[in-house]
């Protein structure tokens, strides 16, 4: 069985940093990019970036260019996902979601992981 | 503002059929085959329903359909049921630079 486990729920101040990891499971992780998707509350899915497991290439959208890293560990099979200077508005739901074979959509995703900025 | 549209919201009744457009440029969806659909139910995980425009992962209702006409994708559900009321994106893939866009979601209320 396929699995993403994500940390868990964070409160960070403005400014802040803020690092979630995605641990998978079932499946070979070097074989699939994993992407970030963000939810905040009561809005829409927003795409963040993606890397792949085995070159640690990245690809970011342009809206967190110079805020966001995403890394991996490919010896414990997780994925991270750092946010730095951090905004109210960076309060969301943070998902990870594997790639799917052919790498045109996203088939398994994480349970989400819920970060609130708040002074 | 997303980069792909969607209704904001649908009704339905059960067993009717209703249609949730998406519509992007030549840039993202008009440009490659590469639309998927998911169904978020409230508080839960977002959940793949199509990909590449018209194919469904194993365990997805045939009730559910997709299709693209030059710049719009269209998630047809046929038969609708009460569980199917959820929110429903749309995915497209915009080149190697923005990669995923989303739409704002389409809020499926069966009544």
């Known amino acids: 069985q396929v699995h993403l486990v994500q940390s868990g729920a964070e409160v960070k101040k403005p400014g802040a940093s803020v690092k979630v990891s995605c641990t998978a499971s079932?499946?070979?992780?070097?074989?699939?990019?994993m992407n970030w998707v963000r939810q905040a509350p009561g809005q829409g899915l927003e795409w963040m970036g993606r890397?792949?497991?085995?070159?640690?290439?990245?690809n970011y959208a342009q809206k967190f260019q110079g805020r966001v890293t995403m890394t991996r560990d490919t010896s414990t099979s997780t994925a991270y996902m750092e946010l730095t200077n951090l905004r109210s508005d960076d309060t969301a739901v943070y998902y990870c979601?594997?790639?799917?074979?052919?790498?045109?959509?996203?088939?398994?995703w994480g349970k989400g992981t819920t970060v609130t900025v708040s002074s | 503002q997303s980069a792909l549209t969607q209704p904001a919201s649908l009704s339905g009744s059960p067993g009717q059929s209703i249609t949730i457009s998406c519509t992007g440029s030549?840039?993202?969806?008009?440009?490659?085959?590469?639309v998927s659909w998911y169904q978020q139910h409230p508080g839960k995980v977002p959940r793949l329903i199509i990909y590449?425009?018209?194919k469904r992962p194993s365990g997805v209702s045939d009730r559910f359909s997709g299709s693209k006409s030059g710049n719009t994708a269209s998630l047809t559900i046929s038969g609708l049921q009460v569980e199917d009321e959820a929110d429903y994106y749309c995915?497209?893939?915009?080149?190697?630079?923005?990669?995923?866009?989303f739409g704002g979601g389409t809020k499926l209320t069966v009544l």
């Open positions: 890397i792949n497991p085995i070159s640690g290439g990245t």
């Open positions: 030549s840039r993202d969806v008009g440009n490659y085959n590469l």
């Open positions: 979601a594997r790639d799917c074979d052919g790498g045109d959509c996203m088939d398994v």
């Open positions: 995915c497209a893939y915009a080149g190697s630079r923005k990669f995923w866009v």
């Open positions: 079932g499946y070979t992780f070097s074989g699939y990019s």
């Open positions: 590449e425009g018209s």
